[in-house]
């Protein structure tokens, strides 16, 4: 069972790829973009405050780079997309039922940088039909019939130009396909097909770009093709191709470009030249087709665009002078964002999207009774691999951190468990995040690539926040207000109400933010940082795995290593921040971790292939069990660990696929033996006992690969044999394609809920949470 239907996915956090054309709005009401290897589906017909990712489709091998919806003429709601990627090939997922399934596939051989497709009908056929480039030259064009065989109808020769970008239409009032190339030397080619030959030629050359072409969308009005060109040189130009007449004003046939192609004559003309961006154009949207108050289909003629100076612009043509004009300009102002990669209207033009270099979305909502375009939140997520995570001891909320340099507080707004959003970015660091752990409900410790460890403390923001949302009634102590991170520091400063004033006085403007709606982008870096607290020197190299006692009141950190004296582990104590302990056990990195429930016992595994067992006593611990390299369950690295609710098993997974569960008095007895264990044929990189068991001598555990599924197995250990059963297997499109980082279960209040939330982070850059009942999974009860 690859994808069971006793467990659903609660929340999916994931960027967009930071490549332009790889996100792409249908008149669908989704939102489907690359999230690393994968195409993320968000709908925004959900009745959640923000479009809601509700799957990844996984089956390319290497980062996308073009997600498109595949356009009908008809103006109905998109049931196929197409996606490339650098391994080479070309996916069509078409809808059956729910589901997107990939239809046909495309072996191109070389990363594709180009996609497009259109539909195409003539008399006898339904056909789809493909273009695709690389980075290197190599252009070809598909036809996939409606027997869904891809056939390769037509390779390209360009010499020594490299095409940059593409889009296919079709010649007005005709079936006959028309395509569209920017190349390296800043012109546009046409291309279409002459009745006496199947391989379309260069009928014409546009001119004019002063630099490389980025962008291009194509428009049908009145039996007329407008084609929207956005370039590097900061200019949009907008071509209009029509069927020439002999009736024309020769006064307008002048300015006219030509061309004759099977007996027709058609022209094109420079209708615009749009001027005011500041940055490299990356983006051009038309507005789509919409239905008016009397039932008819009309066409505004409205262009989106968006550049690297963070902002998107509305364009409009003047109906009486033709004029095209700015009309709406949004966008960020400040930060250090990079700007913006593509922009798309939303379905019915009332919403505009745009994504950034750093994955996130912006959208703007038009809002009709103000007049005016306002911000909306829009989902979120890591841009680089997410290597933690950790819950609230009381299960509110979700904290994360990422190689993007970033920590994130994930939480369910106002409670409903369907509508998780990102609510906190409280650290925005200069090195690679590795590891955190939380030492009490609103103060957690992170490391990074770097030999410090940092503690952090909410401000009240965000417990102003988190009142809206749950309950915030257990805070201790004076909070700040908020905190500031200085240019070119590491450390975030916290800011007191009269710190506050201050900064509002001179720069004449509130810090506050709007609690009726999740942040947007730009108050999740600017307004929900929290303040360090303190940072804990000690370690010789860069800090990669911590986790602290259930009581707060010690913090065990471990550095990278390559001998036994920096792969120690150093106990801190949390009211006094000195180190208190220096544990010796392992002569190479430890990967994890852990506490035993009932603080009890310490647990760690290395890249030795060892692990040690530490037993409280007299306020310190000491070693009692380490595994030998030897006649030992596991071969290679240990990569994990993790305690059962009970504090009487633990578990450890290393890369040769071997998982060993062992008892809390395996030290009494030599050999060092597990209870039981199990082999794969898949490295285990992460391992989680879920906190609750439905009979004695049974417990629920979660399995991370390092192919990225999940498996959930029940274990029932028994005098002779232990049984192994497996409950549910997530595949690479339920669960994650790539490592799975870190697997764990949310602390439970209510011990006798049958229904657990499990989270789990990866390399493929995604967070997601997943619920299931346990007690219908072991019953498999459908």
């Known amino acids: 069972m690859s994808e069971t239907i006793n467990s659903h996915i609660q929340y999916i956090s994931c960027a967009c790829n930071r490549i332009p054309h790889s996100a792409d709005y249908g008149k669908n009401g989704i939102l489907s973009y690359g999230a690393c290897n994968s195409v993320a589906i968000c709908d925004f017909n959900t009745k959640t405050t923000t479009g809601k990712v509700i799957k990844t489709l996984h089956r390319h091998k290497n980062k996308v780079n073009v997600v498109r ?16 990627s650098s391994d080479g090939t070309v996916i069509i997922w078409s809808k059956i039922a729910m589901n997107y399934k990939p239809t046909s596939t495309i072996n191109v051989n070389d990363s594709v940088s180009i996609c497009h497709a259109i ?12 273009c695709t480039g690389s980075i290197n030259g190599d252009f070809r064009l598909w036809k996939r019939n409606e027997a869904n065989e891809i056939i390769l109808q037509q390779t390209f020769s360009f010499a020594k130009r490299i095409p940059l970008q593409a889009c296919l239409s079709f010649l007005p009032k005709s079936n006959e396909p028309l395509l569209f190339i920017a190349f390296d030397d800043f012109t546009i080619q046409l291309f279409t097909k002459n009745s006496m030959d199947n391989d379309l030629i260069k009928v014409k050359s546009l001119i004019g770009h002063e630099d490389w072409v980025t962008c291009m969308d194509v428009m049908v009005v009145n039996d007329e093709i407008f084609l929207a060109s956005g ?13 020439k007449y002999e009736t024309l004003n020769e006064e307008l046939t002048t300015k006219a470009e030509e061309f004759e192609i099977n007996n027709k004559k058609y022209q094109i003309v420079l209708e615009s030249i749009l001027s005011g961006h500041e940055g490299w154009i990356y983006g051009v949207n038309w507005h789509p087709a919409i239905i008016d108050n009397n039932g008819i289909l009309i066409q505004p003629m409205k262009l989106l665009s968006c550049s690297l100076d963070k902002s998107m612009v509305i364009w409009e043509s003047n109906e009486s002078t033709g004029m095209w004009m700015e009309t709406v300009r949004v966008g960020e102002v400040g930060g ?55 819950w609230d001891p009381k299960g509110r909320f979700l904290v994360t951190v990422s190689t993007d340099q970033t920590t994130r507080i994930h939480a369910p707004w106002m409670n409903n468990l369907d509508n998780w959003h990102e609510i906190a970015r409280p650290q925005i660091h200069g090195h690679d995040m590795s590891c955190l752990t939380m030492l009490a409900p609103y103060k957690f410790a992170s490391g990074a690539e770097e030999k410090v460890v940092r503690i952090f403390t909410s401000p ?21 207000e908020n905190a500031s991170l200085p240019a070119l520091g590491l450390m975030n400063k916290a800011i007191f109400e009269q710190d506050l004033k201050e900064i509002e006085k001179h720069a004449g403007t509130s810090r506050d933010l709007i609690y009726e709606r999740p942040p947007v982008e730009e108050e999740l870096i600017q307004h929900t940082l929290w303040p360090e607290e303190q940072k804990l020197y000690g370690h010789g190299y860069e800090v990669f795995t911590m986790a602290s006692r259930h009581d707060g009141t010690l913090l065990a950190t471990a550095c990278k290593s390559t001998n036994p004296e920096y792969a120690a582990i150093l106990i801190w104590n949390t009211k006094t921040w000195r180190q208190v302990q220096k ?31 530490f037993n409280f006593n007299n306020g310190e611990y000491n070693l009692i069990a380490a595994s030998l390299k030897k006649d030992s369950l596991h071969g290679r690295i240990i990569w994990c660990c993790a305690w059962s609710h009970d504090s009487k098993l633990f578990a450890t997974g290393s890369r040769d696929g071997k998982i060993g569960i062992w008892s809390e008095n395996v030290h009494l007895n030599k050999p060092f033996i597990p209870i039981t264990s199990f082999e794969g044929n898949i490295s285990v990189t992460a391992v989680a006992f879920a906190p609750i068991s439905l009979c004695s001598d049974e417990y629920i555990l979660a399995i991370g690969y390092e192919n990225g599924e999940i498996e959930i197995r029940q274990i029932l250990i028994k005098e002779n044999e232990s049984i192994w059963k497996l409950l549910a297997k997530y595949d ?9 980082k870190r697997l764990q279960f949310c602390p439970r209040e209510n011990k006798m809920d049958t229904i657990l939330q499990l989270a789990s982070c990866g390399s493929d850059h995604i967070v997601k949470i997943y619920s299931f009942d346990v007690e219908k999974l072991v019953n498999n009860v459908l």
């Open 732 to 740: 690479s499109s339920f669960a994650h394609h790539l490592t799975v």
């Open 69 to 84: 919806w595949i356009k009908n003429s008809s103006q109905e709601s998109e049931t196929e997309l197409i996606s490339a």
């Open 583 to 613: 544990l010796i056990a392992h002569q190479l990195t430890v990967t994890q971790l852990a506490f035993s429930p009932n603080d009890k016992y310490l647990l760690s595994v290395s890249r030795d292939r060892r692990w040690s067992l």
């Open 231 to 243: 370039s590097q040189d900061t200019f949009i130009r907008l071509w209009k191709l029509s069927q």
């Open 336 to 390: 250090n964002s990079v700007g913006f990669y593509g922009c798309k209207f939303g379905s019915n033009g009332k919403e505009i999207i745009a994504h950034g270099y750093q994955g996130s979305f912006h959208i703007w909502q038009f809002d009709e009774n103000e007049k005016n375009w306002i911000p909306l939140s829009a989902p979120s997520g890591h841009f680089g691999e997410v290597v933690d995570l950790a």
């Open 119 to 130: 539909y195409t009908t003539n008399e006898t056929e339904y056909n789809l039909l493909i």
């Open 460 to 480: 009240l923001t965000f417990k102003t926040c988190l009142e809206k949302i749950s309950y915030a009634d257990d805070f201790k102590g004076r909070l700040a």
